[in-house]
């Protein structure tokens, strides 16, 4: 297939661009550079440096066998300070993928949801079938896609799937994770262990889990790479079909920067610190439906393996 894939020099979205390729698929990138790299574009993909709101006709006009829609605003901290940037930069511009996609007769979707659309859980593991309350912006602006995809698929006959990605880690060789402000437990306890930062905050040790604290479904972004493979075979017109990504395995806040230290060898000085505003307790993926429907098993689970890929990516770009 001809496929354009959106926020492509990103993180997951360079991991995705690079397994698509490896598929056998033409892959064209459309990614503004704004938190993305443009040396994260796999070799032999073609990069436009533009922004969807203003290349996006252009470049559907070529003609496409489907969209990878990972260009997004992905930051809770930030979405709660600056909503507009949210509102306009995450469902503004999907609109005008999807009337683009709609002029341009592109007939698949895959777009990159996220668990932030549950919210605070009533049960875990979480199914699609869980009541969607985010309690962030960015959690809203990803659901009021999902609901605009919904809609486009039913009146236009779009084959549309939604991914909702719990906590994605790891790396692929070298596509990892690069952000200018990081936020994420994993990069930022292996800056620690890299000697770019001195120590680890833990938001809380009182969560009502085991070793009191947060416990997360850290799935390994090239299983999640799979499943978008899958996603774009199984799309079928005229439905829109919602998949949750992850593990199905919690590990706790402890149990990361122990795998961590264990990994890198470093000490990883930890504090306790506060809890940090909007954090749920427990966030753990049922992919029950994911396995049923797209055949789809994640198949890097061990913690100590998706954290010894995240590291030899961080060594790789001290090296760089
Ligand atoms: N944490 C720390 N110290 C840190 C950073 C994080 O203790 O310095 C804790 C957090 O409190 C949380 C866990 O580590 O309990 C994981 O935090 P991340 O920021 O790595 O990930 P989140 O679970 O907050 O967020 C992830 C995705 C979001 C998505 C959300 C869905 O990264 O994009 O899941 O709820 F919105």
Same mark, same amino acid.
Do not use: M
């Given at each position: 297939m001809k496929l354009l894939v959106t926020g492509g020099a990103g993180y997951v979205g360079s991991v995705c661009a690079a397994r698509l390729v490896e598929s056998g698929h033409e892959v064209v990138v459309l990614d503004d550079l704004s938190t993305g790299h443009a040396d994260a574009v796999p070799d032999g993909v073609r990069l436009v440096e533009a922004g969807i709101d203003d290349a996006i006709g252009e470049v559907l006009a070529e003609g496409f066998d489907g969209v990878l829609h990972f260009a997004a605003k992905s930051l809770v901290g930030e979405s709660m300070q600056d909503p507009a940037k949210y509102w306009q930069g995450n469902v503004v511009t999907s609109l005008r993928l999807l009337d683009a996609m709609r002029a341009h007769g592109t007939p698949r979707l895959v777009f990159s949801s996220t668990a932030a659309t549950y919210?605070?859980?009533?049960?875990?593991?979480?199914?699609?079938?869980?009541?969607?309350?985010?309690?962030?912006?960015?959690?809203?602006?990803?659901?009021?896609? %999902?609901?605009?995809?919904?809609?486009?698929?039913?009146?236009?006959?779009?084959?549309?799937?939604?991914?909702?990605?719990?906590?994605?880690?790891?790396?692929?060789?070298?596509?990892?994770?690069?952000?200018?402000?990081?936020?994420?437990?994993?990069?930022?306890?292996?800056? $620690?262990?890299?000697?770019?930062?001195?120590?680890?905050?833990?938001?809380?040790?009182?969560?009502?889990? %085991? %070793?009191?604290?947060?416990?997360? %479904?850290?799935?390994?972004?090239?299983?999640?790479?799979?499943?978008?493979?899958?996603?774009?075979?199984?799309?079928?017109?005229?439905?829109?079909?919602?998949?949750?990504?992850?593990?199905?395995?919690?590990?706790?806040?402890?149990?990361?920067?122990?795998?961590?230290?264990?990994?890198?060898?470093?000490?990883?000085?930890?504090? $306790?610190?506060?809890?940090?505003?909007?954090?749920?307790?427990?966030?753990?993926?049922?992919?029950?439906?994911?396995?049923t429907e797209l055949g789809w098993k994640p198949e890097r689970v061990d913690l100590a393996g998706i954290v010894r890929d995240a590291w030899d990516f961080t060594r790789s770009q001290q090296g760089a």
């Open positions: 919210g605070e859980p009533e049960q875990v593991p979480i199914a699609e079938t869980a009541p969607t309350r985010p309690t962030n912006p960015y959690g809203a602006t990803k659901l009021a896609i %999902d609901h605009a995809i919904t809609s486009y698929a039913a009146a236009h006959g779009l084959a549309a799937v939604s991914l909702r990605y719990f906590n994605v880690a790891g790396a692929y060789g070298r596509f990892g994770e690069r952000h200018g402000v990081e936020t994420h437990l994993i990069p930022i306890v292996l800056q $620690v262990a890299s000697g770019r930062r001195e120590r680890v905050q833990v938001y809380g040790d009182d969560w009502p889990t %085991d %070793d009191g604290t947060c416990v997360r %479904d850290y799935i390994h972004v090239v299983d999640l790479a799979d499943a978008h493979l899958r996603a774009l075979a199984h799309a079928t017109t005229g439905e829109h079909r919602v998949y949750n990504l992850g593990n199905g395995l919690g590990f706790s806040v402890k149990q990361v920067i122990d795998a961590c230290r264990e990994v890198t060898g470093h000490p990883i000085p930890a504090d $306790v610190a506060p809890r940090r505003a909007g954090d749920p307790a427990v966030l753990v993926a049922s992919s029950e439906k994911a396995r």
